[in-house]
């Protein structure tokens, strides 16, 4: 027994190369894509553009929370002793910034920071 094969269907619209029988009309090949095809062509590289776009905003927003999060939970933990000292640091800190910005330079943060020493002291005694 010799097995045949089954005929070709015929599709509407194609011949047996898989080409279109349909004509197109000849200016239409001569000028090349037309401009409302180069627009489409545009707008969808720019929606895969805004898709990268978004996908790494995304990420970068997850990112940011997860990190508040952790950071939240760091802070939770912390006594009030670890408090103060934070508090102190920033002050110092801020000390520093504003003789930075003022153009002073380590000695007259010496010397304000004696200052405040004593005025520390006036209040003591």
């Known amino acids: 027994m010799v097995a045949t094969a089954a005929?070709?269907?015929?599709?509407?619209?194609?011949s047996d190369s898989g080409t279109s029988d349909i004509a197109v009309p000849a200016m239409a090949k001569a000028t090349g894509p037309s401009p409302l095809n180069k627009h489409i062509q545009q707008?969808?590289?720019q929606q895969a553009?805004?898709?990268?776009?978004?996908k790494a905003l995304q990420k970068n927003l997850r990112n940011a929370e997860r990190k508040r999060r952790r950071l939240r939970e760091r802070a939770r933990q912390l006594t009030d002793d670890d408090l103060v000292s934070v508090l102190l640091m920033r002050q110092e800190k801020q000390k520093e910034d504003i003789s930075d910005e003022h153009g002073h330079g380590d000695s007259d943060a010496k010397s304000v920071e004696a200052a405040e020493k004593t005025d520390e002291e006036e209040r003591a005694g």
Do not use: F, S
Request: hydrophobic share 35%; aromatic share 0%.
């Open 7 to 14: 005929p070709k269907r015929a599709v509407a619209g194609t």
């Open 43 to 45: 707008l969808k590289e």
């Open 49 to 54: 553009a805004l898709k990268t776009q978004k």
